[in-house]
């Protein structure tokens, strides 16, 4: 299997782009504090339309479409994958439960073991 390095030239286009979204970005929250004395519907109407317009440009480039592929290729995949049923979910449940409970008494008696040989037999300290 051999992994091939993918290269992205990222155009002075898609730079001019993502710098505008960033500056949207920055602006909605800019316009959202310094028009509070507008109240909270024009604030809030401001900052949706400037956020919108910073994601609209943002999916617009090829960062954007690229994040738009790869969701794509997420759920494609994630269709593939065979889901348990719910008895073999509720067996390997209770799997893992009884392995915690054994790996429990297994740590417990080892350390009563080591406690005894340490303090009772080799110290000498009885309680």
């Given at each position: 299997?051999?992994?091939?390095?993918?290269?992205?030239?990222?155009?002075?286009?898609?730079r001019t782009k993502l710098g505008a979204a960033g500056a949207l970005l920055l602006a909605s929250l800019?316009?959202?504090y310094l028009?509070?004395?507008?109240?909270?519907?024009?604030?809030?109407?401001?900052?949706?339309?400037?956020l919108a317009a910073a994601v609209v440009l943002f999916f617009s480039s090829e960062q954007g479409k690229a994040l738009v592929g790869y969701g794509q290729e997420s759920v494609r995949e994630l269709k593939k994958v065979v889901w348990p049923t719910r008895k073999e979910a509720t067996q390997?449940?209770?799997?893992?439960?009884?392995?915690?409970?054994?790996?429990s008494?297994?740590?417990?008696?080892?350390?009563?073991?080591?406690?005894?040989?340490l303090y009772d037999l080799i110290l000498g300290w009885k309680r």
């Open positions: 299997m051999s992994h091939q390095q993918v290269e992205t030239v990222v155009s002075g286009a898609d800019v316009v959202y028009l509070a004395k507008q109240g909270p519907y024009v604030q809030w109407a401001a900052l949706l339309s400037l390997m449940t209770l799997y893992v439960f009884a392995f915690v409970v054994v790996m008494l297994f740590l417990w008696l080892t350390d009563k073991t080591l406690e005894w040989l």
